[in-house]
């Protein structure tokens, strides 16, 4: 887990939460907190050197975002989803997100294209490697770089929402036997749909993409009876 840091006891109330708040958010996302773990107040407290009424205010600003539920009597921990709402989750970001896939295809430059594939050759040289994590963090890049090439507000601040409320951690979908190699194939279509600068074909590659995410999150689910699955792909 990486450190935390200190705020200065001079720094304004609202800055304090603020930065606590993007510290957990951060670390959650990251599974440094596992669904359904606790959150203790004094244990944050003093984790993150702040008072416990920053940590109070930070908890219920993650629990308006989907990612902390709280419990009379019980205190705070790292809300696990289901898998249907894994699902659903899922099958709204394939909406927006292949309307970004659609405005990187008209929004794209020759720099912008030479950097998707670069992103995407680096997730097949992780392939050939077996790098599972490497593979996800390009998937994670380049999802980021779709956004930033398809310039739309709007879209990027739902698709943020969303991703704020899909934890990652219990079964990543990368380690589903066979998983790895078509996910890589599909990025490798919307990137070349992107390049081609055709809306129509990027737009259906991203959503063909999900189409498969939710296919396999729904066999996995299926197959071993998980009722709070958590996907990170």
Known sequence: MEARTTMSTTTAPGAVVADVYDQLHRAILRGEFQPNERLIELELAQQYTVGRAAIRTALARLEQDGLVEREPNRGARVRAISAAEAVETIEARAVLEGLAARYAARNATDVDIADLRAIVGEMEARLAEGDLLGISAGNARLHARLLQIANNATVTRLIEHLQAQHIRAQFPLILVPGRPARSVAEHRAIVEAVAARDPVAA????????????????????ARGFDRLVASE
Do not use: P
């Not at 737009?203 to 689910?221: G, W």
């Open 203 to 222: 737009e259906a590659a991203m959503l063909d993409h999900r189409l498969h995410t939710v296919q396999t999150l729904r066999s996995l689910a299926e």
